[in-house]
């Protein structure tokens, strides 16, 4: 009996502790942005001029403003931290290097720093959804970006349509734009291609090449199914065939009994849909069973990773991905290589390595929002109107982007190249030569 | 399904099963003396890995706040991979296992539970999310048997087990920590009074399946790589393994893993790959249900002692 | 006994009334959604603890029954057509009898293979859930589950749901409360500490331990099915393996065999998750979730070694030893 009372007097003592951690909108999480230089200081106060001519002199800097709260969560832990470490390193890069140069400038003529919170949803919906919330009620941000897996964006869809606040998802699947009655949902925009342009170019190659029959294999998870899908749409649309399909889980390292299976069939290529974690551990064991037939994967490896780690076994693998990984074999004629180029000189002294096409998407959705930023300011009915009526023909890491009122993505095939890994190194393969390849 | 099928299954199976009896070859050491299933033993399998790693080439730790650049030849490093398993093993006796021998065994399952939950937040915040892993021992092309393809690590993984087994073995029967260590398990109170000092015959055999595990885990990452999380699941692998094997006898525990390995991979390649996993605790419950006589007959509890349970 | 007794009604009356004043007062939806979900982890967590602390059975798969819960009534609701209350109450029927049927076969194992057996049920649950996508959308999970509503009231916004939520929850409690002090519960305290002599006085342990597991498994099933309503979006990863020792943890904190400890379990174990995100996140960019990972396996192993009690009745008695030790001394 008094063990229970003692035990509810401390039930209810955490629960005044809540209530007396519930201020107003406190805020309790420290910015995680690089810690931002001193503001400047203080100008003497000059008298004022007289009414004469503007002089040509050099013009005043502008004054700072209130920072405007930007929302950001990815998966920086669990099985999509593959995706959400690249995603959050480049948001805070390039946090660092504008608010280095003093913010933005907003549509009131003051600079604005970027106070962006970020938060890690350890790939979990329920814990995206309690983060959204966070950011919408506590932080106040205008706007948010992040969810970098398919799952937790497709979560918070409700959550930011009822407070009516932006968000831009760094995941793939079609679900988190569309709705069900083929509407783009309202509040929701995405930077990275559908999972069907990529196997649209996987197709490309199939004819180019004759194969007629494929094997498909993929990661059990929202990206590898959406993927897997997508595969099976483009087939009955080019008459190929599936001769086989199964899955394997997330993080697992041994495919023999699948790889073992798929060679008693007749196909001609394999189709991987797997983030590096699992990609490169298959392609080694691909490569090590003795298979002959070309390996083609999705875009889920497009970082550098994938070719540590298979090393040689890399060798001869196929994909499309954005242009990223050869920005420097493009034509100069192509509208995104300065971008991109610039994009891989900024991440390489930042963090010393190349960047992946996952941070890229991360680049696309942060690039929009200080844009709109700019442009309207921190209003959240104002930063969607702007995102999807102003993002037309705008060059970014994952494409050039027009975003409509039926298209929230923006961007779709064209954006795409197939690369070859060949050397230890990305090669552009030209639709030409796709029958050459591997 | 040819031939070179069924043998590739096979293959693939019993190099997979090398691993699960290494790590049920840990739980069994351990079982035997101090009767506590040690969920944190597939830990020990990750961290030895890992240190061997770090040792013999260059690894950024942290998150990249932090760079290894030591190049250690492989055995040296595998060495100190195992010194380090051993090492945490003996602290996890000595802070989590030892202080709660007097609780019921449900507190020393949690104990362990969350020993090995800790564990893996520590590799995590160290290695990362990636998949790591070394050469292989012996570089060379994949051996071929009967149309089949076994990497030469595979043989390595393959012959580990059979040497720990017989090694085991020999140490159990003929040395005399080995036999002080049955003793302790058969009949702690006797043990006491020869003079054998049972609590510390359970830290020794805490080491020795750290150390075991250890080995698993660095002679298995140049075949399958290694991750921050495959702990749990090694772990859990091992224990069906070694139930399979009945419990006590290494021998066992090792045609257990083999058997087990076996099983799924034809379970996977022939049935169902998305059920991989599954079929690891289908064959537990089916092993449950042949030994207690019946899953679904109502018996008293004694029966899963009669049955060597 | 009669002072005590109002005491706690008073403490009672107290909780309620703090439970009910929280939205008002606070106003702000982030905080009420957190509440939220510590009332349906109370629910999660009081099955546990009387399966664990009472009837003295580890079970590693809880979660899986959340899982059923959430499927259930999303799948009634959405593909099925059925009223979402109807949803609902089918679905804790389904779960608590999925529970017995399970619990039969199960609860012939003992100690680690009845552990062993518990977390096997989860992963083979979690690989079905994203393995039959034709039924349970897959990994991608299951969207549109349409919000709770009886007549007139729409269980459509976090407010609502938060006093939904913490009234089932009190209920559930209640419920709770009623089987440790009724026969049932004495009959499985017996059989915790010795099921031998338990049986010889006449304890049919076998159906005590199968009853409570049942009732374990409804209270989960309805926390699935409020969860669904609550986020109108379900996934695998939400009930996988990792998330029931998440509520072992919960159910170790607030002690194992203490009916209201769960909701002090459930509060800590949440709460403590946030500060974690956002003091470590702080220092340590991104590094949170290790970091909460390695918190949590400590905590665990502390508590199951020094307090098995759980933290509050632990914590308590220890002070009171030490008292006691005092005054000795001194005495």
Redesign the interface.
């Given at each position: 009996?008094?063990?229970?009372?003692?035990?509810?007097?401390?039930?209810?003592g955490?629960?005044?502790?809540?209530?007396s951690a519930?201020g107003?909108?406190a805020t309790?999480?420290?910015?995680?942005t690089a810690p931002t230089p001193p503001p400047p200081t203080a100008r003497p106060t000059e008298p004022p001029k007289p009414e004469a001519a503007p002089t040509a002199a050099a013009p005043e800097p502008p004054k700072e403003g209130d920072p405007y709260v930007v929302g950001a969560f990815?998966s920086?832990?669990?099985?999509t931290?593959s995706l959400?470490?690249p995603e959050?390193g480049t948001v805070?890069m390039l946090t660092e290097h504008l608010n280095g140069d003093g913010g933005i400038l907003g549509p009131d003529g003051l600079m604005h720093k970027l106070d962006v919170r970020?938060?890690?949803d350890?790939?979990?919906?329920?814990k995206a959804?309690?983060i959204a919330?966070?950011l919408?009620?506590?932080d106040q941000a205008v706007v948010i970006i992040g969810g970098s897996g398919?799952?937790a964006s497709?979560?918070v869809?409700?959550t930011v349509t009822?407070?009516q606040v932006p968000f831009i998802s760094v995941a793939s699947?079609s679900?988190i734009v569309t709705a069900?009655d083929g509407t783009q949902n309202f509040w929701v925009f995405k930077t990275p291609q559908q999972n069907y342009p990529v196997a649209q170019v996987q197709a490309d190659w199939m004819k180019a090449h004759s194969v007629t029959k494929v094997a498909s294999l993929g990661v059990?998870?929202?990206f590898?199914?959406?993927s897997m899908v997508a595969l099976q749409t483009v087939a009955k649309e080019n008459g190929f065939e599936i001769v086989w399909e199964g899955?394997f889980e997330p993080r697992d390292t041994d495919f023999s009994a699948q790889l073992t299976d798929i060679q008693g069939t007749d196909a001609q290529a394999l189709i991987v849909h797997a983030t590096p974690g699992e990609g490169a551990p298959l392609t080694v064991q691909f490569r090590d069973m003795g298979f002959e037939i070309p390996i083609v994967h999705n875009h889920g490896i497009g970082n550098q990773a994938f070719i540590d780690t298979a090393k040689d076994a890399a060798e001869g693998v196929l994909f499309p991905i954005g242009k990223l990984l050869v920005a420097a074999q493009l034509p100069d004629s192509d509208p995104q290589k300065a971008t991109l180029q610039q994009y891989q000189s900024d991440y390489i002294a930042a963090f010393g390595s190349k960047p992946s096409t996952f941070g890229g998407h991360a680049w696309d959705a942060f690039m929009m929002v200080k844009q709109a930023l700019e442009t309207v300011g921190p209003d959240s009915a104002q930063i969607r109107d702007y995102l999807e009526a102003n993002i037309a023909n705008w060059v970014g890491i994952s494409g050039v982007f027009n975003i409509t009122a039926q298209d929230h993505t923006g961007i779709g095939k064209e954006s795409l190249v197939l690369v070859e890994i060949k050397g230890g190194t990305w090669v552009f393969v030209d639709p030409q030569d796709y029958a050459n390849v591997p | 399904m040819t031939l070179q099928q069924l043998a590739q299954y096979l293959l693939s199976g019993i190099t997979q099963g090398s691993i699960y009896a290494l790590i049920a070859l840990g739980f069994v050491t351990i079982y035997n003396v101090t009767g506590i299933?040690n969920f944190s033993q597939g830990e020990f399998a990750v961290i030895g890995a890992f240190v061997a790693i770090t040792l013999a080439q260059e690894t950024s730790l942290f998150?990249g706040q932090a760079v290894v650049t030591l190049t250690w030849p492989l055995p040296l490093a595998a060495l100190a991979g195992v010194v380090a398993a051993v090492l945490v093993g003996v602290l996890l006796y000595r802070?989590?296992i030892q202080?709660?021998r007097h609780?019921?065994?449900?507190?020393?399952?949690?104990?362990t539970?969350?020993?090995?939950?800790?564990?893996?937040?520590?590799v995590?915040?160290a290695w990362g999310t990636d998949p790591y892993r070394f050469p292989a021992f012996t570089q060379g092309k994949p051996l071929k048997l009967l149309g089949a393809v076994v990497t030469r690590q595979g043989v390595w993984v393959i012959g580990l087990t059979v040497v720990t087994v017989v090694g085991l073995f020999l140490f159990f029967q003929y040395t005399l920590i080995g036999k002080a260590l049955r003793a302790s398990s058969a009949n702690p109170g006797a043990a006491r009074l020869m003079g054998i000092n049972t609590r510390r015959m359970g830290l020794v055999a805490f080491a020795l399946s750290a150390g075991l595990s250890a080995l698993g885990g660095i002679v298995i990452t140049p075949l399958t790589f290694m991750t921050y999380d495959r702990g749990?699941m090694l772990a859990?692998k091992g224990?069906?393994a070694m139930?399979m094997g009945g419990l006590t006898n290494p021998f066992g525990a090792v045609i257990g893993g083999l058997l087990l390995g076996v099983v799924e991979s034809l379970a996977a390649g022939l049935i169902?790959s998305?059920?991989k996993?599954?079929f690891?605790?289908?064959v537990?419950?089916v092993v449950?249900l042949v030994r207690?006589g019946g899953?679904?007959?109502?018996?008293r509890?004694e029966a899963?002692e009669r049955a060597g349970? | 006994m009669k002072a005590?007794?109002s005491?706690?009604q008073l403490?009672?009356v107290?909780?309620v009334a703090?439970?009910a004043l929280?939205p008002p007062?606070?106003?702000?939806?982030?905080?009420v959604?957190?509440?939220t979900?510590i009332g349906l982890y109370t629910m999660l967590t009081v099955g546990l603890s009387l399966v664990?602390g009472y009837a003295?059975q580890?079970s590693?798969g809880h979660a899986t029954f959340y899982g059923i819960g959430a499927y259930a009534t999303a799948l009634l609701s959405a593909r099925a057509g059925l009223p979402s209350w109807a949803a609902l109450i089918v679905a804790v029927v389904i779960t608590a009898s999925l529970g017995y049927l399970l619990g039969?076969?199960m609860f012939?194992?003992?100690?680690?293979?009845l552990?062993?057996?518990t977390?096997?049920?989860n992963?083979?649950f979690s690989?079905i859930l994203?393995?039959e996508?034709e039924i349970t959308g897959?990994?991608?999970?299951f969207?549109?589950i349409p919000p709770l509503s009886v007549g007139p009231f729409v269980f459509d916004?976090?407010v609502k749901m938060y006093y939904l939520v913490w009234v089932a929850a009190l209920a559930v409690l209640a419920l709770s409360l009623n089987v440790v002090h009724s026969r049932v519960g004495r009959a499985l305290r017996a059989i915790h500490s010795s099921?031998v002599a338990a049986e010889t006085l006449g304890v049919d342990s076998?159906a005590f331990k199968l009853r409570v597991f049942a009732l374990a498994a409804g209270y989960a099933g309805l926390a699935g099915g409020l969860y669904a309503q609550a986020?109108?979006?379900?996934?695998p990863?939400?009930f996988d393996?990792l998330f029931s020792?998440e509520l072992?943890?919960m159910a170790?904190v607030?002690?194992?065999a203490?009916?209201?400890?769960s909701?002090?379990g459930a509060?800590?174990v949440v709460?403590l998750a946030?500060f974690i995100?956002?003091?470590l996140?702080?220092l340590?960019?991104?590094?949170?979730?290790?970091?909460?990972?390695?918190?949590?396996?400590?905590?665990?192993?502390?508590?199951?070694?020094?307090l098995?009690e759980g933290l509050?009745?632990g914590g308590?008695k220890a002070i009171r030893n030490w008292q006691a030790n005092r005054k000795a001394e001194s005495g």
């Open positions: 009996m008094k063990r229970q009372l003692n035990i509810l007097l401390a039930g209810l955490v629960l005044a502790l809540i209530l519930c107003p909108a309790t999480a420290a910015p995680t990815f920086t832990t669990g099985p931290s959400g470490k959050w805070a970020k938060y890690d350890q790939s979990d919906a329920t959804v309690e919330k966070k919408i009620e506590e398919s799952p497709i979560a869809i409700e009822n407070a699947s679900a069900q059990n998870n929202a590898g199914q959406d899955t | 299933i998150n802070l989590g202080p709660a609780a019921s065994p449900l507190s020393q399952i949690v104990v539970i969350g020993a090995s939950i800790a564990l893996r937040g520590m995590l915040l749990l859990l224990f069906v139930i169902s998305g059920y996993d599954a690891t605790f289908a537990l419950f449950l207690l899953l679904l007959r109502r018996g509890g899963l349970l | 005590k007794f005491v706690g403490a009672v107290g909780l703090v439970i929280v007062l606070v106003r702000n939806n982030y905080q959604f957190i509440l979900l664990m003295g580890v590693l039969v076969p012939r194992l003992r100690g680690h293979y552990a062993m057996g977390l096997g049920l992963i083979i690989l994203k393995n996508a897959g990994p991608s999970g969207t549109h916004n976090d099921e076998k986020i109108h979006f379900i996934s990863s939400s393996m020792i072992v943890t170790a607030g002690g194992l203490s009916v209201w400890g909701i002090f509060a800590t709460l946030q995100r956002d003091r996140g702080a340590m960019e991104g590094a949170s979730g290790e970091g909460e990972i390695i918190v949590f396996g400590l905590l665990l192993v502390v508590i199951m070694v020094f098995p509050t009745a308590l």
